[in-house]
């Protein structure tokens, strides 16, 4: 088989980029290793910047997203209670974020490309590039018990942080830079109604919750928890228990519970490859990243990689300037750095470290009283929480240079 870009990953960034790409005239295949259903199954965030929608409108597939999603024109940040409410269109001159589910824009996209007659290859094992640093790489894959050969122009690695793409750049090229955070975040999915029109990122002594939602009748709430928790240690009730105590007394109140349709806790990191670029393999989203979910950034960095690479291969095969390939890991790292520094800072800020760093506590307690004045002193002023804001609605997308 022959394509021009060959795409590793049929989650959102792979989707969006084929889609994209398609658009343009430029043939691609995505080669995915589960199946699709696996990949409609992962529960994520959903909150996306301007940009990102932007991206989904210029490749044709913001139907839904536009007749379902939720503007949020702020978000609500709780010190013990004491809530603050960070204001994104007055604080940034009218920007916005989305809420709507990456399950429907993976949804939407699916169905997009199957509509288009795009190829797919789901169930693909043993997916493997070759020769990326010469003007003819390919992957091999089996699937169905054959042997696959895909010849391309350029491999696009959309394949997660456990995926092969970032394994194919030499170990001694790569520098992978982690932060491994003391806790994780137990999560629960309801169908009751959000407690709240806006999310609520709550900061408490007794740890950490978030107040999210996917739709009108559908929530998402998220609980600090020690790394040692499981899943099955919290029934429906003692989650919901714990929840009403981190969140501020208003929204405690209007929290309506119910069974739980999906339960899993997530640890966080903080995680940079670079370089994100290796003759022509590029990789996209988390297989070069990770950030922790607090600053709502991971889904949004993977979009700005797309439309940076997707910029760069429009020029290519339009132009035929193939000098532009080589900016592709400088600016995209640029952005990815920001919106880790940000997710970093604001995870600092809103978690309870305790006694999670240093042998008896003392060094986390001390970290607490540090981050509890940086909090109080962003809140404090309009100042403050416009630097929050900006950082929260995302930096413009960055062109290439000519």
């Known amino acids: 088989m022959k394509t021009q870009v060959a795409i590793i990953g049929a989650g959102p960034s792979g989707l969006l980029l084929g889609q994209l790409l398609a658009k343009q005239g430029i043939s691609n295949i995505i080669v995915e290793r589960v199946t699709g ?18 991206l989904v409108r210029e490749a044709g597939v913001s139907e839904r997203m536009d007749a379902e999603g939720h503007v949020h024109e702020g978000f609500v940040i709780s010190n013990n209670g004491n809530a603050t409410r960070i204001d994104l269109k007055e ?12 399950v429907e824009i993976t949804r939407d996209l699916m169905a997009a490309r199957a509509a288009a007659g795009l190829e797919t290859y789901y169930e693909a094992k043993e997916v493997q590039p070759h020769d990326v640093k010469s003007d003819q790489p390919y992957l091999t894959f089996e699937r169905n018990g054959e042997q696959y050969r895909l010849e391309c122009d350029f491999i696009a690695g959309c394949d997660g942080f456990h995926g092969v793409s970032r394994q194919t750049i030499p170990a001694e090229i790569r520098t992978e830079h982690e932060r491994v955070y ?98 022509n ?13 607090t600053g709502a950034k ?13 910029k760069i291969m429009t020029r290519v095969y339009e132009s035929g300037d193939r000098s532009c390939i080589e900016q592709y890991s400088e600016i995209a ?35 607490n009283r540090f981050m509890e004045s940086e909090l109080n002193y962003y809140l404090g002023s309009e100042n403050g929480r416009k630097v929050i804001a900006e950082q929260y609605v995302g930096l413009p997308y960055e062109d290439l240079k000519d």
Not at 91 to 102: E, H, I, P, R
Not at 281 to 293: C, M, N, R, S
Not at 333 to 351: D, Y
Request: glycine share 10%; hydrophobic share 40%.
């Open 91 to 102: 604080l940034t001159g009218g920007d916005v974020v989305v809420c709507y589910g990456q």
């Open 182 to 279: 003391p806790f994780g975040w137990l999560g629960l999915l309801a169908d009751t109604p959000p407690c709240h029109d806006e999310l609520i990122y709550a900061k408490s002594d007794r740890g950490f919750a978030l107040a999210s939602q996917r739709s009108a009748t559908r929530s998402r709430y998220y609980l600090q928890v020690p790394l040692t928790d499981n899943a099955e240690d919290w029934s429906d009730d003692d989650f919901w228990t714990e929840l009403k105590r981190r969140l501020p007394p208003e929204a405690a109140a209007n929290v309506q519970t119910g069974p739980s349709l999906e339960k899993s806790i997530a640890p966080l990191r903080s995680f940079v490859c670079e370089p994100m670029q290796y003759g």
């Open 281 to 293: 393999l590029f990789l996209v989203g988390d297989a070069a990243h990770i950030v922790p979910p």
């Open 333 to 367: 790292l640029r952005r990815v750095w920001n919106g880790e520094r940000f997710s970093w800072w604001m995870t600092n800020m809103l978690h309870d470290f305790g006694a999670e760093l240093g042998g008896n506590g003392l060094e986390g307690q001390t970290f």
């Open 298 to 310: 991971g889904l949004n960095l993977a979009a700005s990689d797309v439309a940076t690479l997707y």
């Open 37 to 54: 259903d696996y990949v409609l199954g992962r529960i994520r965030a959903g909150i996306l910047e301007q940009g990102f929608v932007d």
